[in-house]
Nanobody, 124 residues
Framework: VQLQASGGGLVQPGGSLRLSCASSGFSLRAWAVAWFRQAPGKGRQGVAA???????WSADSVKGRFTISRDNAKNEVYLQMSNLKPEDAAVYSCAASYYDGSIFYPNPGEFSHWGQGTLVTVSS
């Protein structure tokens, strides 16, 4: 049972990236999935989350810029990030919870499966 996050990289301010979270060993269909990020010296922050039935939550700091979506056929969840700012730079991780209520102001302790993280750098 494993999650793998990918798609990070270096992007200029104002640029875009799409992160992917893929699962192996289990189907994500019945799971809520969240993206968290952690910048150096800061705590882990919930960025966006999607329930098994497609309800969405996102942090105020990314509303209108980040979009979470899922493709159950591909067993993947995505985070489309646009208009990136230097303060968005962090290691982004995806995590899965069997409880759909976990998507609201996601608490890392409620997520049982984690990916390894992918680094997003926003710099000119």
């Amino acid at each position: 049972v494993q999650l793998q996050a990918s798609g990070g990289g270096l992007v200029q301010p104002g640029g875009s990236l799409r992160l992917s979270c893929a699962s192996s060993g289990f189907s994500l269909r019945a799971w809520a999935v969240a993206w968290f990020r952690q910048a150096p010296g800061k705590g882990r922050q919930g960025v966006a989350a999607i329930s098994s039935d497609g309800r969405i939550w996102s942090a105020d700091s990314v509303k209108g810029r980040f979009t979470i979506s899922r493709d159950n056929a591909k067993n993947e969840v995505y985070l489309q990030m646009s208009n990136l700012k230097p303060e968005d730079a962090a290691v982004y991780s995806c995590a899965a919870s069997y409880y759909d209520g976990s998507i609201f102001y996601p608490n890392p302790g409620e997520f049982s499966h984690w990916g390894q993280g992918t680094l997003v750098t926003v710099s000119s």
